[in-house]
Structure formats: C-alpha cells, structure tokens
C-alpha cells in the first residue's frame, strides 16, 4: 500500500493525522459550510449584518418552509424529476442494446460505431446548440419537457454506450458461445443471458445519468424557458431573481436544489463510485 | 426467429445461423444508432452549414460564405474568449495533480475513513449551478467568507469576480472544487489496485517518498491518470454553466469562454445571431476535436492491445 500504512508510524504521527483530518475537510467544504449556516439563519441576522456569527435563533423551518410553500421551487423540482427519470430509463434501455450489439457481435464496422459513440459523447454542446434548438422547435417540443427528454437519451446514449460495451467485453464470451451452441435465439440470449448480468452496470449507469441530467443547465436554457417546464437547476436563477438579496432563502433553494443527487450519491455510493471509476484500473 | 429456436428443422441451420448473425447486431443498434445519428451526429454537420449563413433563427437564411470567420479574425470578444480556453485548459489540468495529492492523503485504512472519502468527493456531486453561486457568495467583497478570511490576517479585501483580471481565476478555482474531487476519486480507486508487492519490493530496494511515487506507483496509476486527463480536459472546454451562474461574462466581457461566447451571440437578447454562433462553435469543436483525436487514438491502441 502507498502511502505508508499510518499505523505503522510513531504515535504522534497517527494522532496528527487524525486530528489533520477533521481540519482538512472544514476546509475543504467551507464553502458549502457556509451555505448550509446562511439557510438556517433567520433575516434579521442579515440586515444587522450578523453574518457569520451564529444564528441569533433558528430559521430553518421558516427559510424553508418558504422554498416549499411559497415559490415555484416545489413544480421545477417536479420537472427535474419529470425529466430525470424518463431519461435514465431511455438511455439505459437503448444502450443495453446498443452495447450488446457492439461488445458481442465481431463485424466490420463495429469498431467505427463504437468510436463514433464514443466522440460524439465528447462533443462541446456548442456545436450541437442551433440545429438541436431548431430541431426541437420544428417538432413542436421547445419548451416541453418531452424535447428536453428525448435529446438528453440521444446524447447519453453516447457515453452510455461506451460503459455498457466495455462492460459486456469484460463478461465471460463462453456463456455466449454455449448459448448458441444450444440455439437459443440471439435476442433470448440478449434477456436471459447478458442482461441478468447488467445489472451492476445498470444500477451504476443509472445513477450516473441521473445525476448529470439532475445537475443540466445549460440544454435546459436552451430548449425550455418557465416554470411549466424548466428544471430546477434553470428554475434556480428566477428563484433568486424573486428573492434578490436574501441569502437566506437562495442557501436554502440551493440546498433544496442540490439534494437530490446527494441523496442518490450516499444510498447508491459503491455503484456510483463504481460507474465513475471505471477504466482507471487495468 | 422461430425457427432458430429449432435447429432441427428441415432449413440448413449454418446457413440461418450466419444470417441471423449477421441481422441480430443491427436489429440491437437501430433503436440507439438512429437516435444517436439524428440528435448528435446530424447536428453537427449542420452547425458546419449554418456557419456559412447569416441567420436569426426565424427568417430565411441568407448565404455569406466566410464571411462569419472573417468577422471572427477581427473580433476583440472573440479573441479574449480563446485566451481564457486556454487559461482554463491549463489552469484546469491543476486538478490532476490536486486530485493524486488529496488521493494520497485519504489513502489510510483509520477509523471513519470512507466518510471522508464520501464527504471529500462531496462537490462533484453538486450541480455546477449551486457550486457557482456558493463560489459566488464566497467571493462576495461585502460578507464573503473569503474577505472576512483575509480581513482577519489583515490583509485588505479584494472584489475577486468583480476584477477584469481576477474574475477568470476566480470562477476556475471554483470549477476546480469538483474536478479536484473527481480526479481524486480516480486516483482513490487507482491506489487500491496498487501491487502491494512491487511497493514492497521497492521499499526493500531503499525506495521511498517521491521517488517510489515517481518510479513505481504512478506507472500503475496511468490507467486513471489518462482518465483523469480525458474529463478534465472536456471539463474545462465545456465550461459554461459556472460563467452563466457567477459573471455571465463579465466584468467588461472578460470571462467569457467560447462556449458562453457562442451562447450568448447566438441566444442572446441582443438579437440571434445563429450563424456567427455556429462559427465559433465549429471553432470550440475543431480544438475539441484534436483531443478527441488522440484520445481515439489511444482507446484504439488498447483495443489493438487485447
């Protein structure tokens, strides 16, 4: 292991860095430390300019209970998740298939697809911006959450595609080969065979599309405008537009916005981790 | 497909079997491939096209040839945003080393340790949205925790996003925080699959501190490392969403970045300007491109590899 195992350091060493860890972390997340502490303070805080003192009583609920109760907040977090879950369900399903296609069968271009897969999910967005957003508004779907929807499944295919492939090279050929050795038909093979052994991809794959499609801003300006359709990481900006200058109240709508893949990310952390990671060890 | 599922039927079966074979993979891509082609792939070479025209989104297009890159050549706006790609392209790769440093650190088997993995890891997992406005509020010359920070040393304050010259280096640090947590991750993950026992080898031939990071772990590390390097540099050339949040390109223009610059002349209230924004973003995508490149490059050689 490297670095060297602490434990096999002097005492005062494994007690420095113990302590060295706490202290680390406050550093690391201040930012966010103070965020937290802005959005359980109640206003009068700010206008006596009692910033970062503690809070001189509890104003969580009260900062809260607005975000939930008396902004739009509660319908663009509805549109995230409007958006989110269709989109991780199409572009897992359609990059199971794609994957398989690519990671089993030996054809001429397979290889070209699968870069084409590959570059295409390394595009800047810029390029796709003007012909998507006409697109879109020829198909009648600008500003519908549907529009934004099936343009987030076509691009995560990409990457999508990238992580099912390498994940199904990995899985023993054998299984394959004796399947059709039996004869069993190659879509059989695909729902009885390959897909029961997804499933960690899947549930990786899974909460890495949610998270980055949770966390899109910029094909949400582009594609939706209004709290009928816009997610909450648009919707974030109106909000603080509705409540300019009070910091408590934006600390505690961006929390509120920021939460739901937190969530996902400390339930599901091993998959997580694992989807993230993968490739970045031989 | 049926009679597949019988290979004794009276139908030769190597014959069905090389046919089916050959139909299956595509029947499985058509569904993605399609999609993939008409909302990716399509749109790309129309974005070349709409390049050579003159268009407000609406209206007709009206052919101008290069005219769009002529007009780019000459345009100050244009020219600050390409020095603050390559501000960000190598400010950003800090996160490389940043990420193996904190990596090392975290890189103990103490009590309560993954928690501070988890909680290290933390920023990547916040939209960019809410990293720029807490970086915002950081920054804030009238309460940020920065300036109280730097008032209690005695030092004076500074208006970080505020300044021509600051601004760019401001919104990059806070773009580093989660690429930072990113590479670490990586190399977290990278450290675990060390081979204890060339370290041990190595420390029995004397090796140790630097020079066995140097000569013995980070060549086992390269698989993260290439990793590492891919999403940081796509990171850092799509920037947009922190620029968005936290300037929205100023002050004076002076943090703006292609990709927001792009933006904000095709989207911007200030009239579409569609086909100027396709010229710079067919730029973006030609240094994109060169990366994308070599990284094909070398995913192709380790498929040749195995």
Redesign the interface.
Request: glycine share 4%; no cysteine; proline share 6%.
């Given at each position: 292991?490297?670095?060297?195992?602490?434990?096999k350091s002097s005492r005062a060493a494994?007690l420095s860095?113990?302590g060295l860890?706490p202290i680390?972390?406050l550093m690391?997340?201040?930012?966010?430390i103070?965020?937290a502490l802005?959005s359980i303070k109640p206003d009068t805080d700010f206008t006596t300019?009692n910033?970062?003192g503690l809070p001189s009583a509890f104003g969580g609920f009260e900062n809260y209970g607005k975000v939930f109760f008396q902004s739009d907040m509660p319908r663009y977090l509805m549109n995230s998740f409007l958006i989110t879950v269709p989109t991780v369900i199409g572009a897992v399903a359609?990059?199971c298939?794609?994957g398989?296609?690519?990671g089993?069968?030996k054809?001429k271009s397979?290889?070209w697809?699968f870069?084409?897969?590959?570059?295409?999910n390394?595009?800047?967005?810029?390029?796709?911006?003007?012909?998507?957003?006409?697109?879109t508004l020829d198909m009648g779907l600008y500003n519908t959450k549907t529009g934004l929807v099936?343009?987030h499944?076509?691009?995560q295919?990409?990457f999508c595609?990238l992580f099912m492939r390498n994940f199904i090279r990995a899985l023993p050929y054998e299984l394959i080969e004796a399947a059709?050795v039996e004869?069993?038909?190659?879509?059989?093979i695909?729902w009885f065979v390959v897909l029961p052994l997804m499933k960690p991809a899947i549930a990786a794959l899974s909460v890495l599309i949610f998270?980055f499609i949770?966390?899109d801003?910029?094909w949400a300006?582009?594609l939706t405008q209004g709290a009928e359709s816009q997610p909450v990481?648009a919707g974030?900006?109106s909000f603080?537009a509705q409540y300019r200058a009070a910091?408590h109240l934006?600390?505690a709508g961006?929390i509120v916005?920021?939460l739901p893949?937190?969530a996902?990310?400390?339930l599901m952390?091993r998959h997580f981790?694992a989807g993230?990671?993968l490739?970045?060890?031989? | 497909?049926a009679t597949?599922?019988?290979?004794d039927t009276s139908q030769p079966?190597g014959f069905i079997?090389r046919n089916?074979?050959?139909l299956?993979?595509?029947l499985?891509?058509a569904?993605?491939?399609l999609?993939?082609l008409?909302?990716?792939?399509?749109?790309?070479f129309?974005?070349f096209q709409?390049s050579f025209y003159q268009w407000d989104?609406l209206g007709a297009k009206e052919w101008v040839g290069m005219q769009n890159y002529q007009e780019l050549v000459t345009d100050r706006a244009f020219e600050v945003s390409l020095w603050n790609n390559l501000k960000w392209l190598l400010m950003y790769l800090l996160a490389i080393p940043a990420g193996l440093g904190i990596a090392?650190?975290l890189?103990?088997?103490?009590t309560g340790?993954r928690l501070?993995k988890?909680?290290?890891?933390?920023?990547f997992?916040?939209?960019?949205?809410?990293v720029g406005?807490?970086?915002t509020?950081?920054y804030d010359p009238t309460?940020g925790?920065l300036n109280?920070i730097l008032e209690s040393v005695g030092l004076s304050p500074i208006n970080v996003l505020g300044d021509p010259k600051l601004a760019t280096y401001g919104i990059i640090a806070a773009g580093l925080?989660p690429q930072i947590a990113?590479c670490m991750?990586?190399y977290l993950?990278?450290?675990?699959?060390?081979d204890?026992e060339q370290?041990e080898a190595a420390r029995l031939d004397g090796a140790?501190g630097l020079r066995?990071?140097w000569h013995?772990?980070l060549p086992q590390l390269a698989?993260?490392t290439f990793?590492a390097f891919v999403v940081t540099i796509?990171g850092a050339?799509?920037s947009?969403?922190l620029i968005?949040?936290m300037t929205n390109g100023g002050p004076f223009g002076s943090t703006r970045v292609?990709?927001f610059y792009?933006?904000e002349k095709?989207?911007s209230e200030y009239g579409f300007r569609?086909g100027y924004?396709?010229a710079?973003?067919?730029v973006?995508?030609l240094i994109?491109l060169f990366?994308?490149a070599y990284?094909?490059w070398s995913?192709?050689r380790q498929?040749k590899g195995r």
């Open positions: 292991m490297f670095p060297k195992p602490i434990e494994q860095y113990q860890l680390a972390l690391w997340l201040a930012p966010l103070a965020v802005f300019g910033y970062w359609l990059s298939m794609t398989f296609a690519l089993i069968y054809f397979n290889l697809i870069f084409m897969f590959v570059a295409g390394f595009v800047p967005f810029q390029i796709l911006m003007v012909p998507v957003r006409d697109l099936l343009f499944i076509a691009f295919t990409g595609t059709r004869g069993v038909a190659e879509w059989r695909f998270t949770w966390n801003y910029f300006v582009v990481t974030i900006t603080n910091y934006m600390s961006s916005a920021a893949p937190v996902m990310f400390f952390q981790i993230l990671t490739g970045a060890v031989k | 497909m597949a599922t019988h290979p079966t079997r089916r074979q050959k299956a993979p595509w499985f891509l569904p993605g491939l999609f993939f008409f909302y990716v792939i399509a749109p790309i129309q974005s709409i989104g090392l650190f890189n103990q088997t103490v340790i501070y988890s909680l290290f890891f933390f920023p997992v916040i939209s960019q949205v809410v406005l807490v970086f509020w950081f309460f925790l109280t925080w990113y991750i990586l993950t990278g450290l675990n699959a060390v204890p370290i140790k066995m990071l013995v772990v698989p993260a990793i796509i050339l799509r947009f969403d968005s949040i292609l990709s792009m933006f095709a989207l569609m924004g396709a710079i973003s067919v973006l995508f994109m990366f994308i990284f094909l995913m192709w498929e």
